[in-house]
């Protein structure tokens, strides 16, 4: 009888990781050992595209910050790392045309760094607001990962813009530490801890600021080749996922509902919902994502019309679909079409 299949376990890019080897070697750790305690090979950071379990990663990590005594590492490994650190999505953001395009590139290739979580870009008003959600408990490690992450990707906005901006607020989900003087010197903004997610508020308006190192005909043969390390990436038991692709799969042309996505998956909607809590997720965003993603994968198709689109992505008016469509990318869906032939 063969063996049973076995579904692979949610990894991490070693970019996620890389930036911490300078900062131990600088602080006398030796390498050799800490890795091998780990499990990581070092010949796994010649590719950009090696991958580790999560739990690996997070557990060297924490060791890390263990043996230097350094509360803030996520922070200073994120001060410190070069701007192509995180691979083909760095390459990508590097060569987009604006800040919003750039962060809209973020939030489709996250995956490539870590297939956990999301990273969303919400638009509100004169408002825009970058989180990363990961379905984890905001413990001593997750504050490192989380840290780093929001400071990385403000540091790159303004080093690609040239444009020294800060946000309007900044918000942790963990507590808040006993020291924040590198959390000031860095993010330059009101800090509350203990919210519900990690994110950066800032101005909307800073969306439309220019990449200095824009170049659109990269930025496509970028996506192509993105959009194929996708492709290659195995996805994990991840439950918000397969929520997220019953939507789409049931969603053409209408607003599934808590009840049928909980019969496609052969539990009651009060189990469904339970699920969810557990992972604090959002049934309404879950089928807001799938939505998107619908909207996404038709809004290209020149055999369609815009209102096909909509009808299709399961809005009931051109007036929601709009206003949805601009809340997603920040411009409306025929302008968004266009962008796609230039």
Same mark, same amino acid.
């Given at each position: /009888?063969?063996?049973?299949?076995?579904?692979?376990?949610?990894?991490?890019?070693?970019?996620?990781?890389?930036?911490?080897?300078?900062? *131990?070697?600088?602080?006398?750790?030796?390498?050799?050992?800490?890795?091998?305690?780990?499990?990581?090979?070092?010949?796994?950071?010649?590719?950009?595209?090696?991958?580790?379990?999560?739990?690996?990663?997070?557990?060297?990590?924490?060791?890390?910050?263990?043996?230097?005594?350094?509360?803030?590492? !996520?922070?200073?490994?994120?001060?410190?790392?070069?701007?192509?650190?995180? !691979?083909?999505?760095?390459?990508?953001?590097?060569?987009?045309?604006? *800040?919003?395009?750039?962060?809209?590139?973020?939030?489709?290739?996250?995956?490539?760094?870590?297939?956990?979580?999301?990273?969303? *870009?919400?638009?509100?008003?004169?408002?825009?607001?970058?989180?990363?959600?990961?379905?984890?408990?905001?413990?001593?490690?997750?504050?490192?990962?989380?840290?780093?992450?929001?400071?990385? @990707?403000?540091?790159?906005?303004?080093?690609?813009?040239?444009?020294? @901006?800060?946000?309007?607020?900044?918000?942790?989900?963990?507590?808040?530490?006993?020291?924040?003087?590198?959390?000031?010197?860095?993010?330059?903004?009101?800090?509350?801890? !203990?919210?519900?997610?990690?994110?950066?508020?800032?101005?909307?308006?800073?969306?439309?600021?220019?990449?200095?190192?824009?170049?659109?005909?990269?930025?496509?043969?970028?996506?192509?080749?993105?959009?194929?390390?996708?492709?290659?990436?195995?996805?994990?038991?991840?439950?918000?996922?397969?929520?997220?692709?019953?939507?789409?799969?049931? !969603?053409?042309?209408?607003?599934?509902?808590? @009840?049928?996505?909980?019969?496609?998956?052969? /539990?009651?909607?009060?189990? *469904?919902?339970?699920?969810?809590?557990?992972?604090?997720?959002?049934?309404?965003?879950?089928?807001?994502?799938?939505?998107?993603?619908?909207? /996404?994968?038709?809004?290209?198709?020149?055999?369609?019309?815009?209102?096909?689109?909509?009808?299709?992505?399961?809005?009931?008016?051109?007036?929601?679909?709009?206003?949805?469509?601009?809340? @997603?990318?920040?411009?409306?869906?025929?302008?968004?079409?266009?962008?796609?032939?230039?």
């Amino acid at each position: /009888m063969p063996p049973k299949a076995t579904k692979p376990s949610a990894t991490i890019s070693v970019n996620v990781i890389r930036p911490l080897l300078p900062l *131990l070697q600088l602080r006398g750790v030796p390498l050799a050992p800490l890795l091998t305690r780990h499990r990581i090979a070092l010949a796994l950071f010649e590719s950009e595209e090696s991958r580790i379990p999560v739990e690996q990663g997070y557990a060297f990590v924490d060791d890390a910050a263990l043996m230097l005594g350094e509360p803030d590492l !996520g922070l200073l490994a994120a001060e410190q790392s070069p701007l192509g650190t995180m !691979g083909v999505p760095a390459y990508a953001i590097s060569a987009s045309d604006t *800040l919003g395009d750039a962060y809209r590139r973020l939030t489709r290739l996250h995956r490539l760094i870590m297939d956990i979580g999301a990273v969303e *870009l919400v638009e509100d008003g004169d408002r825009a607001r970058l989180a990363v959600r990961l379905p984890t408990s905001p413990d001593r490690v997750y504050r490192q990962v989380a840290e780093g992450y929001l400071l990385g @990707w403000l540091r790159r906005g303004r080093e690609l813009t040239g444009v020294a @901006w800060s946000p309007r607020v900044v918000r942790f989900r963990h507590a808040q530490p006993d020291k924040l003087d590198n959390h000031q010197r860095l993010f330059r903004a009101p800090l509350l801890f !203990g919210e519900s997610v990690d994110e950066i508020e800032f101005d909307r308006s800073l969306l439309a600021l220019r990449i200095r190192s824009a170049e659109p005909g990269l930025a496509k043969i970028l996506d192509r080749y993105a959009d194929e390390m996708l492709e290659r990436l195995p996805r994990a038991d991840d439950f918000a996922g397969r929520v997220r692709q019953a939507v789409v799969k049931l !969603g053409v042309g209408t607003s599934p509902t808590l @009840w049928q996505i909980a019969r496609s998956f052969h /539990m009651t909607a009060r189990t *469904l919902q339970r699920r969810l809590s557990e992972e604090k997720l959002s049934f309404r965003r879950l089928v807001d994502d799938g939505r998107r993603d619908l909207a /996404m994968r038709y809004v290209v198709r020149d055999d369609l019309s815009i209102a096909e689109v909509g009808q299709l992505a399961g809005f009931d008016s051109a007036t929601s679909f709009h206003r949805a469509f601009r809340r @997603w990318t920040g411009m409306t869906p025929a302008r968004y079409r266009a962008t796609q032939k230039t």
